[in-house]
């Protein structure tokens, strides 16, 4: 049974940094891509970075340069370094495969950048 349980979100000013966990269970875990996404309330979920098994990195436009995606596959955890954050940055933050898996979505961790 594959369960993601996203950490690490809060209530920062424009510019700081925070780092979120997702802590993964299931056997396939060193080998599945693993991905973040973001989601306003209202809105799509969108795709924020992707890491596949052997730590090739992707990342959406708006976030280039400022997050990175990071995994240890021993550890089962990928993360999420968020530096110089932007109001636009706030969302619920989920940790998924990529493709995602509609079932394996977790409760997400509220990131919320306010002056």
């Known amino acids: 049974q594959v369960h993601f349980v996203e950490s690490g979100g809060g209530l920062v000013q424009p510019g700081e940094f925070l780092r979120l966990s997702c802590a993964a269970s299931?056997?396939?875990?060193?080998?599945?891509?693993m991905a973040w996404y973001r989601q306003v309330p209202g809105q799509e979920r969108e795709l924020v970075a992707t890491?596949?098994?052997?730590?090739?990195?992707t990342y959406a436009d708006s976030v280039k340069g400022r997050f990175t995606i990071l995994r240890d596959n021993d550890q089962r955890i990928v993360w999420l370094t968020m530096k110089n954050l932007k109001p636009a940055d706030s969302a619920v933050y989920y940790c998924?495969?990529?493709?995602?898996?509609?079932?394996?979505w977790g409760q997400g961790t509220q990131v919320t950048v306010v002056s």
């Open positions: 998924n495969t990529f493709p995602y898996e509609r079932q394996y």
């Open positions: 299931g056997s396939s875990f060193s080998r599945d891509t």
């Open positions: 890491v596949t098994a052997r730590f090739i990195t």
